[in-house]
């Protein structure tokens, strides 16, 4: 059991290295979001999940709340803070047909501080 829990933890790693390195590499606000939130998400439950199995997570109660409340909130922060963002005009780097424009209002310009 202790080998799969350091194999659960060793992919979490991979995972949380790939989302850091989309946040640093991607070019524009939602790509970066989108790899924050999808691979730190996974990267996080697999870390999670290796701790419960390893037995320094509680697992009956505060290990499975924990990762419930991760798989709950952390998706829907991450929607949220993306419709914020595409609403507030950002740049869309890649995107030529916006599929979005007919049901969401977009600020044209964004503002500069």
Known sequence: MT??????????????LV???GVIRLPDPLQRLHSAAKAGTMGTALMLVGAILSGKVDASAKGL?????????????AQLLG????ISGTALKGIKD????????RTKEPKTP
Do not use: E, N, S
């Open 3 to 16: 080998i799969f829990a350091m194999l659960l933890m060793a992919l979490g790693a991979a995972f949380l």
């Open 98 to 105: 916006d599929p979005l424009d007919q049901h969401l209002d």
């Open 65 to 77: 709340l924990t990762l419930l409340f991760l798989l709950l909130t952390l998706p829907l922060g």
């Open 19 to 21: 989302a850091a390195i």
């Open 83 to 86: 419709r914020a963002t595409y």
